[in-house]
C-alpha cells in the first residue's frame, strides 16, 4: 500500500505527535508499505529518506503549548505537489483541525483520508469559532481516530461526527531491552519533558522536592529536556539544587536507558494531555509510575492499577506517594510487573495492525488520492476572496 501521512508540526522540534507519526511511518516501512511523510522543517535539518519538507513552520500559540506550523499560500502548492506525486492509496493527516499541513491537506486531496485527533481540549473556543472554516475539511474524511477518549470527546462535543479510538504507539522492547546506566541507578526520579512549558509540571515537581529530600536525603532528580535549567531551579534552595542534575535534549536510546535505570518515573502534567506516550515508555522499560489525575493518564495507568496517581497541582500529595514508593520497594516491583503487562496493548504490533485496518476499509474499492482539482485556493477557503 502506497501510504501517505501528514504531520502538522515541525520535524525538528521533538514531540509526542511527531514521534508518534515516526515511529508509525518505519512500522509500516518494515511491513512492506511504501510511506511519505510530508512535515514543516528548517532547511538545515537532517531528515530520513521517507520525509518530505515542507518548508519552515513558525511558531504558534496552541492548546497550552506552543506549536511549530506551517500554513500559507507556498504551504498549500507543496502539499498539491506532494499529492500529485505521491499517487497514494490512503492519506493519513494528524491533527486537521490546527492550522498547518493537515487542513490544507484536507482541502487539497479527493480520495481515502483517514484523521487523527490528538487534542483534548474540552473547552476550546477557537475549535467552536473555526467550526465554519473546518467543515469543509472534515466533510471528506473517511475515517476518525482519536488516540484517548478524551481526544475523542473533544472531537464529538466540538465538531460532531465520531471516531473510533486507538492508542498511540511505543516499541515495548525497545525500552525494555535498554541497558540501564549505573550512574542513574541508585534512589533516582526521573522527569523527561519541556523544561520551559508549566504544563509538563516540572514547577509542581520542583516545589515537591523538598519534602522528598527530607525524607529521604539521597534523592536525586534527573531531568531531560529542552529549557532554561537555572530558571528551573531557580525556586528550589540553594542547597538542594546539587540533588537536581539536568541531561538537556537525549537521544531515544539513552531516554530509554534513563527510563529503564531510575527507580522513579513522575509524570506532574497539569493539563492539555490527551495520552500520555511517556508514561507508556516508562512502563515499558520497567519503571515504576507516578502521575498527576489527569483523566487521560488515569486511562493510560488503567485507573491506577498500572501506576499511581496523585492529585493534579498538589505538590504536598506528590512529594508524599513519592517518598512512599522511594520506601517501598515491593511495592515498586509490583508497580513495574503491571506495568509490564498492561503495557503491552500499546504496542506498535497491535497498535500499526489497527491503523492498518482502518485504512484498508476506507480503501477497499475505491481510486488512489489526488489533488482536488475542483477545491478552491486557500482565500476563499478562509473566506478573504475578493467581490
Not at 42 to 59: E, F, I, K, M
Not at 81 to 96: M, Q, S, Y
Not at 231 to 242: G, H, I, M, N
Not at 251 to 265: F, G, H, N, P, T
Request: charged share 25%; hydrophobic share 45%.
Amino acid at each position: 500500500m502506497r501510504i501517505g501521512i501528514v504531520c502538522p508540526y515541525s520535524w525538528d522540534v521533538p514531540g509526542g505527535v511527531q514521534f508518534h507519526i515516526r515511529d508509525l511511518a518505519e512500522y509500516f516501512i518494515r511491513q512492506g508499505h511504501e510511506v511519505s511523510v510530508l512535515a514543516p522543517a528548517d532547511d538545515d535539518t537532517p531528515l530520513p529518506p521517507y520525509v518530505v519538507s515542507a518548508g519552515r513552520a513558525v511558531p504558534v500559540p496552541y492548546n497550552g503549548s506552543v506549536a511549530r506550523l506551517n500554513f500559507g499560500f507556498l504551504s498549500a502548492a507543496r502539499v498539491r505537489r506532494w499529492l500529485h506525486e505521491g499517487a497514494f492509496d490512503v492519506i493519513h493527516i494528524h491533527e486537521p483541525t490546527s492550522p498547518s499541513l493537515g487542513l490544507l491537506a484536507c482541502w487539497a486531496a479527493q480520495g481515502p483520508i483517514v484523521a487523527t485527533f490528538h487534542t483534548s481540549n474540552p473547552r476550546s473556543r477557537a475549535m467552536i469559532a473555526a467550526y465554519a472554516i473546518l467543515q469543509a475539511a472534515l466533510e471528506k474524511i473517511s475515517a476518525r481516530i482519536a488516540v484517548s477518549e478524551y481526544a475523542r470527546r473533544t472531537l464529538v462535543e466540538h465538531l460532531g461526527g465520531d471516531a473510533v479510538v486507538i492508542p498511540n504507539g511505543v516499541d515495548v522492547d525497545f525500552f525494555a531491552k535498554a541497558e540501564p546506566k549505573p550512574e542513574w541507578q541508585g534512589d533516582t526520579i526521573g522527569f523527561i519533558g519541556r523544561i520551559d512549558e508549566p504544563r509538563k509540571g516540572l514547577p509542581v515537581l520542583m516545589r515537591a522536592l523538598p519534602g522528598i529530600i527530607a525524607a529521604r536525603p539521597r534523592t536525586r532528580l534527573l531531568v531531560a529536556g529542552r529549557g532554561d535549567a537555572e530558571e528551573a531551579v531557580a525556586d528550589l534552595p540553594k542547597p538542594l539544587r546539587s540533588h537536581v542534575e539536568f541531561l538537556g535534549m537525549i537521544s531515544d536510546e539513552d531516554k530509554a536507558r534513563l527510563l529503564r535505570s531510575i527507580d522513579l518515573y513522575v509524570a506532574p502534567n497539569t493539563g492539555g494531555e490527551s495520552f500520555g506516550i511517556i508514561l507508556v515508555e516508562a512502563m515499558s522499560a520497567g519503571a515504576p509510575v507516578l502521575a498527576s489525575d489527569l483523566d487521560a493518564f488515569a486511562q493510560v495507568l488503567d485507573h491506577g492499577a498500572a501506576g499511581e496517581l496523585f492529585p493534579n497541582e498538589d505538590a504536598d500529595a506528590l512529594a508524599e506517594a513519592a517518598v512512599r514508593l522511594l520506601g517501598d520497594p515491593s511495592r515498586r516491583a509490583e508497580l513495574r510487573a503491571r506495568g509490564s503487562v498492561h503495557v503491552r496493548r500499546f504496542d506498535w504490533s497491535t497498535v500499526g495492525a489497527d491503523i492498518l485496518s482502518v485504512y484498508e476499509t476506507v480503501t477497499d474499492g475505491t481510486t488512489a488520492v489526488g489533488a482536488d482539482e475542483r477545491a478552491t485556493g486557500l482565500r476563499a477557503r478562509l473566506g478573504l476572496a475578493r467581490d
